[in-house]
């Protein structure tokens, strides 16, 4: 008796598709010949095809043979056959045969409405604004629950578990449905349907298990982490055709790098997308089945290192300038002053604001951390002004209907601004703190100041910023001014 290693199969088949000849690539799942075919780009994942391809020329036929000759064994057995003499790939395989590439399929764009808390003569309720053109559809009228203001057009109802409920598969048919953030909602289950109203549910889709939202919400998860985790568990559920939950969660290491690097061949992710999935996916197996998945040995995609974009000083005056609402001012400038993130500022309080000490207290900020940062005198000015005509009430910039100040308006009116003032510069909201920072440093701020002042956990975060700064840099005499011309 003797043992022998015998490669891995390779099979060659010539397919046809839109006019063009190719020649895939039929193997079972073996991670070496992954990472060889992602280092070649001639051979590609067609979606059309589902398979690994090369077009078919002579040149190509002759250099597969030589990219996995210390691999696999390459079999041009089935290379004129077609579909029906197609070689047998393993059935616990999750290949190109069985994923799925249009895995969630969205409803049609819907309009939203907004579903805020407000108390009245010591009664609690939930309402939206909406005036129904057409009459009021059947499925509001029939939930028996729903009340109308004519003075201020506002729908609403008693703020219980039930009606809430009620209410939501009412609207949903109808509108997104979007939770205002003074609007708390415990209720795992009534969370779930929300984070899922996006989707086309047909009898093969996947909903996400409740014991993962229910330890991301024990375990005090941020609301958007818990939206994100979620919507790239319920990707990865629904991706796989024909394969139960039981299936799946059997999974290990091979099928989650095997669904990634499918993901990076029919997609344009990026690094930070995909490592969101990769943690997202760990957790999930460490909740539902009690499954430590070896995450190290999982490949994540490195990052790009790239700098952050900074807005100069001149810029953000232009910027503030041409902003004639004493209220986007204010937003905009506090922010930049005081090296806010945006989810920062809509969560500030009128208390929050300590304008005898020059300082500004953030609450619960990124990692759950409380914080103090600095606070301009010219913003002190800017904000006592504010305050004395808008008179905010339970945080410091409020909604048109109270409750906090939307995220997505703060980002409408830095667009609207740049645009106004010519600011060329690519940029967002978060740029400003950006700018914040940069700006400190070159100013001769101690990096361990601005550490604190932004919030980070580690100085290897802050230190970015030196790289930013172009004060030391422009100091320095190039070897081309010392060439006589």
Known sequence: ?????????????KVEHDGRKYVRLLFKKNQK?????AQNDWVEYNININAFCMIDSEVNMKYVFELFNDLAKVSILYLN??????????????????????????????EKVYLFPFEEEGNKYVGFKYIFTKGIPEGVERAYIFSFNKDTGIWYFTAKRWHLNRAINALMPLFTIMINNDLTI?????????????????????????????YMQLHNYSRSTIATYHNMIIRYLNTFKGRSLYQIDKFGVEEIDRYHNIWLQTGTPSASLINQSVNAI????????????EIKDVHRPLRNKLLPTVYSRE?????????????????????????????????????????DRKMVA???????????????????????????????????????????????????????????????????????????????????????????????????TTEIYTHVSTLNISKITSPGDLIKL
């Open 1 to 13: 008796m003797y043992k022998t290693t015998e490669k891995p199969i390779i099979y060659l088949n």
């Open 33 to 37: 010949i992954l990472d060889r075919i």
């Open 81 to 110: 056959y077609k579909k029906s003499a197609r070689p047998q790939i393993s059935p616990n395989s999750i290949g190109s045969d069985n994923y799925m590439t249009k895995a969630l399929i969205k409803r049609k764009e819907m």
């Open 186 to 214: 415990n209720d795992i289950y009534i969370r779930k349907t929300l984070l899922e109203q996006s989707y086309k549910k047909g009898k093969d889709f996947i909903s996400c298990p409740i014991a993962y939202l229910e």
């Open 282 to 293: 760990k957790l999930y197996y460490r909740v539902i089945n009690d499954k430590l998945v």
């Open 315 to 355: 810029e953000v005056e232009r910027i503030l300038a041409s902003i004639d609402n004493q209220k986007h001012k204010a937003m905009l400038f506090l922010i930049y002053s005081s090296g806010l993130r945006i989810s920062e500022l809509i969560n500030i309080r009128p208390a929050d604001i300590m304008f």
């Open 362 to 460: 953030i609450r619960s900020g990124k990692g759950r951390k409380d914080r103090y940062s600095t606070l301009a005198y010219s913003a002190i000015e800017m904000l006592l002004n504010y305050i004395k005509q808008y008179t905010p009430q339970n945080y410091l910039f409020e909604g048109q209907f109270g409750g906090q100040y939307s995220s997505t308006s703060i980002r409408n009116i830095l667009h609207a601004a740049k645009k106004k003032a010519g600011v060329m510069t690519k940029g967002s909201v978060h740029t400003l703190r950006h700018s914040f920072a940069t700006h400190l440093l070159e100013n001769g701020t101690d990096l361990r100041y601005i550490q604190e002042l932004l919030g980070h956990s580690s100085s290897k």
